[in-house]
């Protein structure tokens, strides 16, 4: 989600490059504390809350149609297109976000007999079931004629022998 944000690799590169008093793995640990610290830091007070930067960038973009509205000139479609790119970059940024968060839970409640776990099978034994089926321009809802309507395919593949 970082990654989106312009500033980041050069802050990073600037922190990194920073001198450091320590030689060897004790030098790489005090770089990586020093460059956690000032991580917190910039996530609180550069980066912010997402959600309230996502707020502040649809105000942003009623704000710019509203000017394009009373006044169509370049440069107001200009600030518009910048604004509707804005909020787009930082819509990416909150998905990445709920994706980092899903991969964190998955992480941490996946596979322990969980509300999460079974939330997913169930999700996935929903998605694999076929509710309906057309047959002859008849729409089967019924799981017994559904089945019935199967059985051309299930003799069809009993008529062909495996290779071995």
């Known amino acids: 989600m970082w990654l989106h944000h312009p500033d980041f690799l050069q802050t990073v590169r600037l922190n990194w490059n920073l001198p450091c008093h320590l030689q060897g793995m004790a030098g790489l ?10 991580l917190k830091w910039w996530n609180r007070d550069v980066f912010g809350n997402i959600f309230d930067r996502i707020r502040e960038a649809e105000n942003e973009v009623a ?4 000017g394009c509205e009373r006044d169509p000139s370049g440069s107001n479609w200009d600030r518009l297109a910048k604004c509707n790119d804005d909020l787009a970059r930082i819509t990416a940024m909150e998905s990445d976000f709920w994706k ?4 964190c839970n998955w992480l941490e409640d ?20 076929i509710f309906r089926i057309w047959d002859d321009g008849t729409c089967l809802t019924s799981p017994a004629l ?3 309507s199967g059985a051309f ?12």
């Not at 395919?153 to 071995?164: A, D, K």
């Open 146 to 148: 559904i089945q019935q």
């Open 110 to 129: 996946g596979e322990r007999n969980t509300k999460l776990f079974h939330n997913l099978v169930r999700k996935k034994h929903v998605a694999n079931k």
């Open 100 to 103: 980092q968060k899903a991969a």
């Open 153 to 164: 395919f299930s003799s069809l593949y009993s008529l062909v022998s495996p290779r071995l």
């Open 29 to 38: 640990f005090a770089k990586l504390k020093r460059l956690k610290n000032h």
């Open 63 to 66: 704000l710019a149609e509203a």
